[in-house]
């Protein structure tokens, strides 16, 4: 998980699961960690995964897709803010609590 600096009040830390031992496949996890204590995880992929998912299929449903033009720590940013504006539960997985 590497670390990027938001400059947003709401969140405490955005964690992305980019580990580059692995192939990159279009999508990734991000952790949004708010300052109200609460966590999320968004899967966030680009559009040519998406694509790819498709295939040969006239349709490819699932829920709480969040989609960017290019996975950039600057999109990825923003999909996480468009979240927030408009209710990250409707996007984001809510996570247990966890005491540090």
């Not at 708010?34 to 998912?53: C, I, K, M, S, W």
Request: no cysteine; charged share 30%; glycine share 8%.
């Amino acid at each position: 998980m590497r670390s990027i600096d938001t400059e947003d009040e709401r969140i405490a830390s955005l964690l992305v699961a980019d580990n580059p031992d692995l192939p990159f496949e279009g999508s990734r996890d991000v952790e949004v960690r708010l300052r109200d204590g609460r966590r999320f995880v968004l899967t966030v992929h680009t559009l040519e995964a998406l694509e790819a998912r498709l295939g040969g299929s006239p349709s490819f449903v699932a829920p709480r897709i969040v989609l960017v033009r290019r996975m950039s720590d600057g999109a990825l940013l923003h999909a996480v803010r468009s979240a927030l504006d408009q209710g990250v539960e409707r996007f984001g997985t809510l996570q247990a609590f966890i005491e540090e």
